[in-house]
């Protein structure tokens, strides 16, 4: 397993270098640069063509594409991953001040989704044909359809706004830092991002359960008279679990880099919605990381799911 894992590490380096050129090449194309976004629009009327290429020739913008790349990669490998282009705050800082909260947030989403996605498959799968698995099959399709920005302006108009039971936005109030401050601000982000999950999630589970219990084994093991809630959860549901955790683990890095359009209903200071800041600012310094990081976080949550799936399923094996 370790040779699998070494060679695995390394064949990351060529991909990710393949990855952080094509969505260099994707900002290069795109129009329009930093200044244009800088500079209003009736400030930049009165500048003349040359303080326009000052800023740029100060900013590194009138180098060619690859000067670009190949100056952007060098300073990437030696740990320094540069300054945002609007307000030149080094990007390591953003990622210290806006990561903690994506992950909080991912975490929560993950946690719940995971318990009662895998509790509710489950008792689908036992209850086959019955009016539990009915509604629960239902009520899966419909979380997986509706949208996200829909069930989150759902909750936030009723909740925040009908109610006033929660907080409309944001992380934290000023002048509270405690932990327990924060709770009620993440409970309709964390739930709208659950609930979205849960539906996935549970159908996963609930399809894996019914093929599990329909393997050799489980009818081996009921036919040496063990009971019934070990055969369901000592050896259906361990199998069942493999295809939840390539699910789950796939989730995990699109949470950390694309929970954008919860972020941005509930004003969530994490990274994604930095990320749609620094889209719309052309600050490509930024960009670049923040798709760099989601690439590797999705690279390595591959890796994990093929370790854990050999530790789980005996019949897997590495090479």
């Known amino acids: 397993m370790l040779t699998y894992i070494i060679r695995r590490i390394l064949a990351l380096i060529p991909m990710l270098l393949v990855i952080s050129f094509l969505v260099y090449l994707g900002l290069e194309l795109t129009p329009g640069d930093a ?10 009327g009165n500048l003349s063509a040359e303080d326009l290429n000052a800023l740029r020739e100060q900013l590194g913008l009138n180098k060619s594409f690859l000067e670009r790349y190949g100056i952007w990669l060098f300073n990437v490998l030696q740990g320094n991953f540069g300054h945002s282009l609007e307000g030149g705050v080094p990007i390591k800082d953003i990622f210290l001040d806006r990561l903690p909260a994506t992950l ?6 993950i946690f719940f989704s995971t318990v009662f ?6 008792i ?8 539990t698995d009915s509604g629960l099959t239902v009520a899966g399709m419909l979380g997986v359809s509706i949208p996200e ?4 302006l759902v909750a936030l108009s009723y909740f925040s706004l009908h109610l006033e039971w929660l907080p409309v936005g944001g992380r934290l109030l000023p002048g509270h830092d405690s932990y327990w401050d924060r709770i009620p601000h993440l409970v309709l982000p964390g739930l709208v991002l659950s609930l979205m999950m849960t539906a996935g999630v549970m159908r ?16 081996t093991a009921r036919a040496k008279g063990l009971p019934e809630w070990r055969v369901n959860l000592m050896h ?49 310094p930024l960009v670049m990381m923040i798709a760099l990081f989601s690439v590797l976080a999705m690279l390595l949550a591959s890796l994990i799911i093929d370790i854990l799936t050999a530790l789980i399923d005996p019949r897997v094996r590495l090479e």
């Open 35 to 44: 200044v244009s976004y800088m500079i209003p629009p009736d400030v930049a």
């Open 117 to 122: 996605g895998c509790v509710l498959g489950t």
């Open 104 to 109: 909080e947030l991912s975490a929560v989403a």
């Open 124 to 131: 689908g799968a036992l209850k086959r044909g019955s009016a």
């Open 149 to 152: 920005f829909f069930f989150g």
């Open 204 to 219: 996963y589970s609930r399809a894996a359960m019914l093929d599990a219990l329909g393997r050799e084994y489980i009818r």
């Open 236 to 284: 259906g549901l361990r199998t069942a679990l493999t295809p939840v955790i390539v699910l789950i683990g796939f989730r995990l890095p699109t949470l950390i880099g694309g929970s954008v359009i919860i972020e941005q209903i509930f004003q969530w200071p994490g990274v994604g919605n930095e990320f749609i800041a620094a889209v719309r600012g052309q600050d490509y």
